[in-house]
C-alpha cells in the first residue's frame, strides 16, 4: 500500500498540493483527473521522489520513502514512470534506451539485456524500430519505446504522467490502446490523464483534483455517473462532450 | 626587398623542437583543464555557497589577462611565499592549467545546461546512479552539444602558449626570439613561426570536425 500523509508542496508561492491524503492500493488501477494546475502531475512526481514535498510523508509499506536515499531506490525499483514528454534518451537508440538501465541498475549481461528489451520493444509494436533514434521516431512511436523502457524493469506499478497529452488524436488512440492492452494483461498503474474516456475504460478508482486538494475517491463507475461534490459535477459537464470510449 | 632564408633553414630544426614544448604545455593544460573544469562545471551548476565561490574563481580568471597570471604567480607570489620559487615550466603548466578550466567550466556548465532535464528525470525514476548518468547521459549529450566551442578553446590554447615565452619558457615564439637575435632575420623567422602555429591549430581543427561528425547521433 502506498500511504500519502498531509502532503503540501509549494512552489514558491504556489500552493501545488494542499494537505493530501490518500492510500493507494496497489492492485487496484487508478486515474487522477482534473484541470490543469490541480496539483495531479505533481502528486504524481511526489509518489517516486521526482519531487520533494514541502511537508507531509509517503510510505509504501511502513517504508518513508524521503527517509533515506536507499529507500527512494527501493520505492522507485518498484514502481516505474512514463512522461508527457517522453523523456528518452536523445543519443541512443530505441533498443539502448531499453537497455541502459537493465545494465547499469539491474547489471544484466548485454545479451540478457537485449533479450529483455527486445521483448519489450515487441510487446508495444516496436519489433521494427530497435535501431532508430528518437530523432526518427514519431510521437506516438517514442512514447512506446518509453513504455517498454519502463516495463523492461518489471515495475510492479507504473506511474503515467499524462502520456497522450504531447500526442496528436491518431498517436493517442494508438499509445491508449498499448496502455489498455498492459492493463488488460494485469499492469496496475496510477495514471494522470486529461482522457476521460480512457480514465473511465481502465481505472478501477478515480481521484479527482482541484487547487491542490483531493476532492473525491470513487470508484469509476460512480464516478462519471453521479460524481459528489459540485466542482466534480462542474468539470465533467465541461469534459463529456469528449463521448465514449474510442 | 631583403628576404634571405639560408640563415634561417639550418635553425628551422630548432624553432621546430620548440613545437614539443608548446604542445605539452598545450596537452597538459588541456587533460588538467579539462577535468579540473568539469569539477568545476559540475559544482557551479548546482546553486551553493562552494558554486559561488568558484564562480568567483573563474570570474577571476577570465577577468585577466594569462600575461598578468603568469607574472602574478612567477614573480609576484615567490615574494610573498618563503621558500616558493616555481620553475618557468611549472608556473606555465599550474597557470594554462587553471586558466583554461576556468574557460572550459563555462563551456561545459552551458553543456549541462543544454542537456533536456527531463531524460535526467527519467534516468532517476529508472534508478540510474549519479555516476552512470554523468557518464552514460551528461557527458555525451553535453559534449556533442559543446564540442565545437572546447575545439575553439583547446586551439586558443596553443595558440596562447606563446605568453610562456615571457617567463622563458623554451617553447615556440622564445625560440624565435633568439634565433632572430642571433641571425637578424626576424621576418623569416615569422613566417616559419606563423607556419608552425597555423598547421598546429589547422590540424585541430580539422581532428574537430571529424570527432564532431562521429557525436552528431542526431545527423544519423
Redesign the interface.
Known amino acids: 500500500m502506498i500511504y500519502v500523509n498531509s502532503l503540501n508542496k509549494y512552489f514558491q508561492d504556489s500552493h501545488v498540493l494542499d494537505d493530501v491524503s490518500i492510500t493507494f492500493d496497489p492492485h487496484i488501477t487508478y486515474a487522477i483527473i482534473g484541470s490543469s494546475g490541480s496539483g495531479k502531475s505533481t502528486l504524481l512526481r511526489c509518489l ?3 519531487e520533494t514535498p514541502t511537508s507531509g510523508v509517503i510510505k509504501i509499506d511502513d517504508v518513508d520513502i524521503f527517509a533515506s536515499k536507499d529507500n527512494l ?1 527501493k520505492a ?2 518498484n ?3 512514463v ?1 508527457q ?7 541512443k537508440t530505441a533498443i539502448d534506451n531499453v537497455m ?2 537493465l545494465i ?2 539491474k547489471q544484466l549481461s548485454k545479451e540478457e539485456a537485449f533479450k529483455v528489451a527486445s521483448h519489450a520493444l515487441d510487446k508495444v509494436g516496436l519489433s521494427h524500430r530497435y535501431n532508430n ?1 528518437p ?1 526518427q521516431l514519431s510521437g506516438g512511436e517514442k512514447q512506446r519505446v ?1 513504455i517498454a ?2 516495463l523492461a ?1 518489471s515495475p510492479q506499478l507504473v506511474l503515467f504522467d499524462e502520456p497522450t497529452s504531447a500526442l496528436d488524436p491518431e498517436m493517442t488512440i494508438e499509445v491508449l490502446k498499448v496502455i489498455k492492452a498492459l492493463v488488460k494483461d494485469g499492469l496496475k498503474c496510477i495514471l494522470v490523464t486529461h482522457e476521460m474516456a480512457f480514465a473511465k475504460e481502465v481505472a478501477d478508482m478515480i481521484v479527482y483534483m482541484d487547487q491542490g486538494k483531493i476532492l473525491e475517491v470513487t470508484s469509476s463507475d460512480e464516478f462519471f455517473t453521479q460524481p459528489q461534490t459540485l466542482r466534480a459535477q462542474q468539470f465533467l459537464s465541461h469534459t463529456q462532450f469528449k463521448g465514449e470510449t474510442q | 626587398m631583403n628576404i634571405d632564408f639560408t640563415r634561417i633553414i639550418p635553425r628551422i630544426p630548432y624553432l621546430l623542437e620548440g613545437v614539443q614544448v608548446t604542445l605539452m604545455i598545450a596537452l597538459v593544460a588541456a587533460l588538467i583543464g579539462s577535468v579540473l573544469g568539469f569539477i568545476i562545471s559540475l559544482i557551479t551548476s548546482k546553486k551553493g555557497p562552494l558554486g559561488k565561490l568558484l564562480f568567483l574563481f573563474v570570474d577571476f580568471f577570465r577577468g585577466t589577462p594569462l600575461y598578468f597570471q603568469l607574472f602574478f604567480y612567477h614573480y609576484g607570489l615567490p615574494q610573498v611565499i618563503p621558500g616558493f620559487l616555481p620553475t618557468a615550466y611549472h608556473s606555465a603548466f599550474v597557470i594554462f592549467s587553471i586558466n583554461s578550466a576556468a574557460y572550459l567550466s563555462e563551456i561545459f556548465r552551458a553543456g549541462i545546461q543544454s542537456i ?1 532535464k ?2 535526467i ?9 549519479t555516476w ?1 548518468i554523468v557518464m ?2 551528461i557527458i ?2 553535453g559534449a ?1 552539444n559543446v564540442l565545437p566551442a572546447i575545439i575553439n578553446e583547446f586551439i586558443t590554447l596553443v595558440k596562447e602558449t606563446s605568453v610562456a615565452a615571457v617567463i622563458s619558457v623554451n617553447e615556440i615564439m622564445r625560440r624565435h626570439t633568439i634565433v632572430a637575435g642571433t641571425t637578424f632575420r626576424a621576418f623569416e623567422s615569422l613566417i616559419i613561426v606563423g607556419l608552425i602555429y597555423y598547421t598546429i591549430t589547422k590540424t585541430l581543427s580539422i581532428f574537430g570536425k571529424i570527432v564532431e561528425r562521429k557525436l552528431r ?2 545527423l ?1
Open positions: 517516486n521522489g521526482l531506490a522507485r525499483s514502481m516505474g514512470m512522461f514528454s517522453f523523456n528518452l534518451f536523445e543519443h541502459f538501465a547499469k541498475v533514434y530523432h518509453s523502457r519502463t524493469m | 533536456d527531463g531524460q528525470e527519467a534516468a532517476r525514476a529508472l534508478n540510474i546512479s552512470d552514460g547521459i555525451p549529450i556533442k547521433y542526431d544519423r
